[in-house]
């Protein structure tokens, strides 16, 4: 994945690059590294882990033309010589690099024999060596040459000590945008990172290769759009943006909901627009993740409400399986940041064989919002804690309000209830999150976890995709090993896990599927092991069978899962904060998933 930024300007911009980078973490925080490039040649500084251990390496510099790069790793471990900037064999050429070169193995073996001359593991080095070994004074040839040789996905930015003042990119598969402000240019992985400093952006196409220089924007502001920054995410008061994220839950529920879900029915202007899209034959949500949960429990809604065959399907598999596409149906892309790679390409799959697309996105100016035929925004506002929780809810709000709209005029007494329940939600999540803020029940089910260092998580219907959600938010948070499984599949196998004590998290709402569940309690207890359920306030009888009661208020069945998935926001919370881990930004993952 990886965060790129560059700039070439008049004013010392090492500062400006440390700045861009932080903005970059959400792609990666593995290391960090910058290139200043001056008179003298390039000076070049690197660090394992955060762009704030950086900083401490970085001198004041007058330089005013740098570059820098924040990993996550794809080539080789965490280790400095891993970091971005890669430099040639003489230091006077640095590469940053974001994407994968697939053919960097026969390429180095090609290159080099013996191995001797790489200081690296990453396929990066590579590109830096065929610079090299192309460049006879004129850098951009160099640059085509070298690209010639590559097959995969980059966005490059490349600097030559022999040419200061200038810095070359290139772009294919991996985002790159220009931004432009007094003078001055700057190229980032994405417009946020550079925000601060400039009003009008390029995005780049693949296949783009250019040079950037001081007083360039006149020979590419045809391809210019005016550009605004996004509204900042700050943590206020509390102690991590997780936290902040999941308790502004009934804030977002409302902005996702308001001017489209109403007591007069359902406006949303994509279909609106989009009429067409009323009549297709079944959908396909396509989606990764935390986002392949929502639109797990969006295609029960879409099914339940409009009555059109929908199914959820993985976009990681969708992008390579070479699946068929019905040019009849909708396909539906859901992504909280819009960049990931895998949902992108299935988007871009479905599109390509004649289907309508549509993108439920968070990130307004995302790749997936510009290139869906229609975009259906959550408008969760930022999300920056690596751990989705926010945009999942949001997710399924405006999933709920979509198939309301798919299921048309006059509305069913499921699509009355629905709706209904859909305006009631941002009240019913804030009772429930005030149930659970302090929760010495959560605390306890957490100690119960992390000592047993396991958890299996069970649901039906719809509260299998919480299941779901909730062993991934605990794995990804505090790194305890748990399973999660259709409840009724808990006979076929991984009942064998449980002993004595072993933490069992069952989501049981009041709905079709809780004889089934109680039944499953049964079986559970009778092996020993711990229950802890997550049910409504009142529900006397789960309770009684349960050994911990993690409470969500009531709703409609098929909405359940934006309330159940509460207590396991805050369980997988805690669970980190009881083992003193960053709950922001967990170990070896990224915010946003750029690679394949
Ligand atoms: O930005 P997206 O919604 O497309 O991201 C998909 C997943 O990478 C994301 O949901 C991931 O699973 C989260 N870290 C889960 O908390």
Known sequence: MCGIVGFVGNRPCSGLLLEGLSRLEYRGYDSAGIGLLGPDGLVIRRAVGRVAALASLVPESEHTVGLGHTRWATHGGLEVRNAHPHCDRTGRIAVVHNGIIDNADALRARLDPTGAAFISDTDTEVIAHLIAQAYTGDPMAALQQAIGHLQGTWGLVVAFADHPGRLFVARYGSPLVLGFGDDEVFVASDAQAIARWVDQVVHLEDGD????????FASIACR??????AEEADMGVHRCFMVKEILEQPRVLTNALVGRVSDRGVQLACL???PSMRDVSSVVLLACGTSFHAASVGARLIERVAHIPAVAKLASEFSTDGPMVDPRALYIAVSQSGETYDTLEA?????GCGAATLGVVNTVDSSIAREADAGLFVHAGPEVAVASTKAFTAQIATLGALALGLAGKPESGVAVAVRKSLMALPDAVESTLERLRDSAAVTMACRWIVDANYALFLGRGPSRHVAEEGSLKLKELSYVPCDAYAAGEMKHGPIAMLKKGTPVVVVVPRDEHRTHMLA????????????????????????????LVLPFD???????????VLPMQFLAFRAAELLGLDVDKPRNLAKSVTVA
């Open 209 to 216: 290769q250019l040079e950037i220089r001081q007083g360039m």
């Open 224 to 229: 210019a759009v005016p550009f605004h920054a």
């Open 272 to 274: 609106v627009d989009h």
């Open 347 to 351: 988007l871009r799959r479905a599109k």
């Open 520 to 547: 499953n309690i049964a079986e559970v207890r009778a092996r020993g092991a711990r229950v802890i359920a997550l049910c409504e306030p009142d529900d006397v009888e789960v309770a009684r069978h349960a050994d």
């Open 554 to 564: 009531s709703t409609h069945s098929c909405l359940s899962p934006v309330l159940s």
